[in-house]
C-alpha cells in the first residue's frame, strides 16, 4: 500500500502563487507516474498534470500550460505543483495520484483545498 498527503494548499488572491506538494510513503513500480488532478462541484475531476519519477516529458493540461510546473524530488519521495498566475477558475480540490502509468492510477490522496478569490 502506498500513502499520498497533500499539503500546500489555501487562498490566494487571483495573480498568485501556490506551491502544493504531494508526499509518497513509498515508490513502487506502481507508482511510476505521479499526477495531480482537481475537482470542483458538480464537474469532472480534471487531469492537471503528472511526471515520472526521472522528471522526463511532464505533461500538462491546456488550461494551465504556462502557468503550472509539476516537478519529482526522488530523494524525498515528493512531487509538486508550482502554481502561478492563478486564476478563480483554478478554484478546486486538488489531488495527488500514483500509478504505472498516465492512465492508470491506482493510489490516491485526501486533496487538499486551492481557494484564488479576492
Known amino acids: 500500500q502506498v500513502q499520498l498527503v497533500e499539503s500546500g494548499g489555501g487562498l490566494v488572491q487571483p495573480g498568485g502563487s501556490l506551491r502544493l506538494s504531494c508526499a509518497a510513503s513509498?515508490?513502487?513500480?506502481?507508482?511510476?507516474?505521479m499526477g495531480w488532478f482537481r475537482q470542483t462541484p458538480g464537474k469532472e475531476r480534471e487531469s492537471v498534470a503528472a511526471?515520472?519519477?526521472?522528471?522526463?516529458?511532464?505533461y500538462y493540461a491546456d488550461s494551465v500550460k504556462g502557468r503550472f510546473t509539476i516537478s519529482s524530488d526522488n530523494a524525498k519521495n515528493t512531487v509538486d505543483l508550482q502554481m502561478n498566475s492563478l486564476q478563480p477558475d483554478d478554484t478546486a480540490i486538488y489531488y495527488c495520484?500514483?500509478?504505472?502509468?498516465?492512465?492508470?492510477?491506482?493510489?490516491w490522496g485526501l486533496g487538499t483545498q486551492v481557494t484564488v478569490s479576492s
Open positions: 495520484a500514483a500509478g504505472p502509468t498516465r492512465g492508470h492510477y491506482i493510489y
Open positions: 513509498r515508490r513502487t513500480f506502481l507508482t511510476k507516474v
Open positions: 511526471v515520472n519519477w526521472s522528471g522526463d516529458s511532464p
